[in-house]
Each structure stands twice: as C-alpha cells, then as structure tokens.
C-alpha cells in the first residue's frame, strides 16, 4: 500500500506542475513575430537532446522518455519522471533600433515507463505555440491638414499539447504511437489613434480565440548493432495535419471627440463563439544515430512541416514552408567512474539551421545557432537513479532586409530526471 501511495502521489505531482506548464515570468517578454499564425512553435526536444542540436529522432534513451518519436518509449529501462525549464533572452532590432525581451517557464513535464520488457508507455504535456507580443507605430496621413495616427497591436496566448502514448518492440524495431489533446486560446488587438484632432473617428478591436481538437503521430524505430560495441538507429516521425475546432469572440470599438467633452460619440459592434476550423499541417521527422555503448553517440535529424498551408477560418496567413536540419552527438568519459565525477558527466554538443514557419513579403525567416551541454549524474541507488542536464543554445532568426526583423537569442534549459523501478515482483523464500 505504501508503494502505491508513492504512485500516486508522483502521478499527481505531474499534474500538479503540468497545469503551470505556460507559466511566463517575465512581464518584458515581446516577440513581434508571434502575432502572425499560432504565434512561435516551442521546443519540444527535452534538456538532454537540446545540448545536442534538438537531434532525438533516433535516440533510443533507456532511462528518458522521448516524445519526438513515440517508438522510442518501447526502449524504457526504467520509469522516467521530467521536468524541464526553459529560460530566454532575446534581442529584437531592425535596421536603426533593437529591443531586448525575455521569458522564464516550465517547458515539459512528462512520465514514461516500461509495462513489459517489449512494451513502453508515456504521458505528459507540453507547449506548442507561444504569443506574446506588443508593437507600435506612427504614420502621418494629409487628411486636409497633416494627421498623425499611433497604430498600436498587442497579444498573446499559445497552444499546449496533453499526450499519452506507447510503442512496442519486436526483434531490431519498434514502432509506437502517439494521442491526445491539442488546446489553447490567442488573444490579438489592435487600435488607431488620431493624437493630433477629435474630429476623425478612432477605433480598436479585439479578438479571443479558442481551440482545440484530437491528434495523432506515428512513429517508427531500427536498432542494428555493427561489430559488437556499436550501434545504428534509424528513426522516423509523422504527426498528422489537424483540423481544429476554434470559436471566436471579436469586439470593434469608434470613437470621435474626448470622453469628457459632451459631443463624445462611441460606438461598439462584436461578433460572439462564431464557429470555425484552424487547419494545421503535418510534420515529418527523420533522424540516424550511431553510438557507442554508453560512451558517446553522433546523429541527425531533418524535420519539415508545410505551413504554407496553414489556414484560420479559411484564410492563409504570413506562415511558409519550414524545415530544420541538426546535428549533434554527446561523449561521457567513463560513466561507471568511481569518485570521480568529472568522468561520469556527459557533454553534447550541436548545430542546426534551416527555416521558420513565417514568410513575408516572399521572404523565408532563416534559423541558425549552435548548443552545447552537460549531464550530471545524481547519486545512484539500487533502485533508482537520475540526472541533472543544462543547455546552452545560442542562435539568429530573421533578417533586417525588406523592412523585417532579426532576433539574436540566447536560450538556457535545464531539465531533471528521475528513474526508478516500479512494479517490482515481492520474492519470498
């Protein structure tokens, strides 16, 4: 009873810190691109893939659940508990000013364990898309003498993904699945004012969308040992194309004159829960790792999604086609080294480039950067043992040219894992 209690208890924590997962920080976050669309795509990949490039297609972990690619949970060593923390700072410019932003958040929090030694099983959840933006901008108009006019727009919101999945292994292969929830809300608004006369009429609208709707990714996975001591694994991921169920309430506001003057007029019209779909495109994942043991391990991945086709209630907006290549790999000395920590430490390093899911003007948003990261083995028992993985990732999206904006960031993350042995058969003499 005590072992269930303990159970238990783990499993309500996940919730617990679950419903935190879109928790934001810092009230400065700002991200002008995150309008457009879903807003930004977050980072799924946990600390420890992170340190090496985002590469986890391929990576057949035993002791870290992998959601990237659902066949990886039929290789479950032992029951896997993550959190993960994610923190990021940004600078913002275009050709004459820069502006810098950041955010502090739980990225992901999930369980996985093995239900038999074929069978793995995992849930969790994890954000999606992130909105957060507020940006300005003055015109002046001849509107029979010269007018100036503050367009001002601000937002926010995001998309989170609850998920359950298993996969099952037989011989060199294993291929898994992957289902739940997609759910979230965007909030966008803009406004123009007239600063300079009362006499032209000035407006604001707003709009508040909900939505949600099932999904489901397939994944498959090869292990194939070469010469003993190594090791290829070829991986592949698919999530399907989703048609969201969405609703949205919109307000529109106008006004002439000053709200203290007596010749005020003001004027509202909405629009409330009117039913639409949000189509969002599938994404392919491909990935090969080739290892050594518990010694080290290199790999790559490419991924790609069309978002040209992304539509909200039938209309395309400012998103393209993106895809992203990585690479990366992680060396740990010696990792059953006796007092001598420094050993038993894992180090990654990656890169990646490739293309955002935004376009404008005809313009790809390019994406490029380098990581670099450690794991730090916390104290082993015979039962159970756990990590503590940081990241470094350091990159560019975006360009200055055509009148857009480039965003020099530098993201920090640091995850916790935790195993142990659950299920474990009472001997009896």
């Given amino acids: 009873m005590q072992y269930w209690n303990t159970i238990t208890n783990r499993i309500l924590l996940v919730a617990f810190i679950g419903s935190f997962t879109t928790l934001q920080t810092f009230a400065q976050e700002n991200s002008p691109y995150s309008r457009y669309g879903l807003g930004n795509t977050k980072l799924i990949e946990n600390a420890a893939n992170r340190g090496m490039g985002g590469v986890s297609i391929a990576d057949d972990n035993g002791f870290i ?45 999930n369980l996985g364990f093995p239900l038999t030694k074929k069978l793995g099983l995992s849930f969790g959840l994890m954000p999606q898309t992130r909105s ?43 291929l898994g699945f992957s289902t739940g929830y997609t759910f979230g809300s965007l909030v966008n608004s803009s406004e123009a004012i007239f600063v300079d006369t009362f006499q032209i009429i000035s407006s604001s609208a707003t709009s508040r969308t909900t939505l949600g709707g099932i999904f489901l990714q397939v994944g498959a996975l090869m292990n194939q040992t070469l010469k003993e001591k190594y090791r290829l694994s070829l991986g592949a991921s698919y999530q399907l194309s989703q048609n969201l169920n969405a609703r949205k309430d919109a307000y529109w506001k106008s006004y002439i004159g000053n709200v203290t003057e007596p010749d005020y007029q003001y004027n509202v019209d909405s629009i409330i829960q009117q039913k639409g779909k949000i189509f969002i495109p ?117 360009t200055t040219n055509n009148g857009l904006l480039s965003e020099g960031y530098t993201r920090f993350s640091i995850g916790f894992t935790f195993n142990d042995k659950w299920f474990i058969p009472r001997k009896y003499e």
């Fill in 65 to 109: 659940a992998n959601p990237t690619n659902p066949a990886t949970f039929a290789s479950l060593k032992l029951t896997s508990f993550q959190i993960g923390v994610e923190g990021i700072s940004v600078n913002v410019r275009n050709s004459t000013v820069s502006n810098r932003t950041g955010s502090l958040g739980l990225t992901y929090v």
């Fill in 132 to 174: 957060k933006y507020g940006m300005s901008q003055t015109d002046s108009q001849n509107l029979g003498g010269l007018t100036k006019i503050d367009h001002n727009y601000y937002g926010g919101g995001g998309t989170q993904k609850l998920y359950i999945g298993a996969a099952y292994k037989f011989k060199q292969f294993s």
């Fill in 282 to 398: 599938g994404k392919l994942s491909l990935g090969a790792m080739f290892s050594k043991e518990d010694k080290w391990k290199v790999g790559a991945d490419f991924i790609t999604s069309n978002w040209d086709a992304y539509r909200a209630y039938e209309q395309a907006d400012s998103t393209g086609n993106s895809w992203t290549f990585k690479i990366g790999g992680a060396i740990t000395p010696d990792a059953s080294a006796i007092g001598q920590t420094w050993k038993r430490i894992t180090y990654r390093l990656g890169a990646y480039t490739g293309k955002d899911i935004f376009k404008f003007q005809s313009t790809s948003l390019s994406v490029n950067g380098v990581t670099a990261g450690i794991g730090y083995p916390i104290r082993r028992t015979n039962l159970s043992i756990g990590q503590i993985n940081a990241s470094i990732d350091v990159g560019k999206r975006g």
